[in-house]
């Protein structure tokens, strides 16, 4: 049995200085042995950067997965070379940089990680639920986990369903606020709705509060900034049979 460990969002400096000091305990005292971070709002003032990958590597990640504000940042649109970061896989495959797979080859086993993005209420990528089924036609490995990135729980929860018994889990990311179940789908898939986010807990998804507010008070244009204060870091880990890919047991953390 083996242990992966999934960390939601990270948000902004204090999300990666905060990941930075505590993901190596969490790893060492959960015996964990893949992290998987979700870095597309790790720079500030969101997206991702050469900077802010970097930081979220040197804490202890593996692979990184993004999402919606992958390409937010075009000076850093290089950072794609690496085979350690991925988009999300439903973007056009011509004329589009990056992939939307990753296969950690971990000797004994493997593991791949696919970056989904989903399409209501946001972009209208490619049908994630065709998407999924063309690339799982050309995966080798018995273990598949699926970072999907989308705003409706109702679709998160579907593909949940839709993946149970083909993959061993299914992460959902973007709304930035842990759900409450997580759980063993029939087949040995693990699934939760949403890991939730790292970063300021005292904050309206990572950034000051009375701007967000005031944008909903008022409906004008606001600037949002990142919010200070204690940090906390949301993740989900699971325990599955790498010879088999099913998954046994989750536990959410939440650290501060």
């Not at 870095?39 to 593996?62: C, F, H, K, L, W």
């Not at 065709?130 to 998160?156: M, R």
């Not at 950034?207 to 949301?234: L, N, T, W, Y």
Request: hydrophobic share 40%; charged share 25%; proline share 4%.
């Amino acid at each position: 049995m083996k242990r992966l460990l999934f960390i939601g969002d990270v948000v902004g400096k204090a999300g990666c200085d905060f990941l930075v000091e505590k993901l190596g305990a969490v790893k060492k005292q959960y015996g964990i042995d893949v992290t998987v971070v979700n870095g597309e709002n790790s720079a500030q003032g969101n997206g991702i950067t050469r900077y802010s990958m970097d930081m979220i590597v040197s804490a202890g990640a593996d692979i990184i997965t993004t999402g919606n504000h992958a390409f937010r940042r075009r000076e850093a649109l290089d950072i794609y070379d690496e085979d350690y970061i991925i988009r999300p896989a439903n973007y056009p495959e011509e004329g589009c940089i990056g992939r939307g797979v990753c296969t950690l080859d971990m000797g004994a086993f493997s593991v791949t990680v696919i970056n989904l993005m989903g399409t209501a209420f946001m972009d209208p990528l490619d049908n994630p639920f065709t998407k999924i089924d063309e690339i799982l036609k050309n995966i080798d490995s018995h273990n598949i986990f699926v970072d999907f990135h989308a705003e409706a729980t109702s679709e998160k929860k579907a593909m949940g369903y839709y993946l149970a018994g083909r993959v061993s889990g299914v992460f959902g990311t973007h709304t930035h606020v842990p759900t409450a179940d997580a759980c063993i789908l029939d087949g040995g898939t693990a699934y939760i709705t949403d890991v939730g986010m790292t970063g300021p807990e005292h904050s309206c998804l990572g950034v000051e509060i009375q701007p967000a507010v005031d944008r909903f008070r008022f409906h004008m244009p606001v600037r949002f900034k990142e919010a200070s204060g204690p940090c906390f870091m949301c993740g989900i880990i699971v325990e599955f049979d790498e010879k088999s890919g099913k998954s046994y047991k989750t536990d959410t953390i939440i650290i501060r």
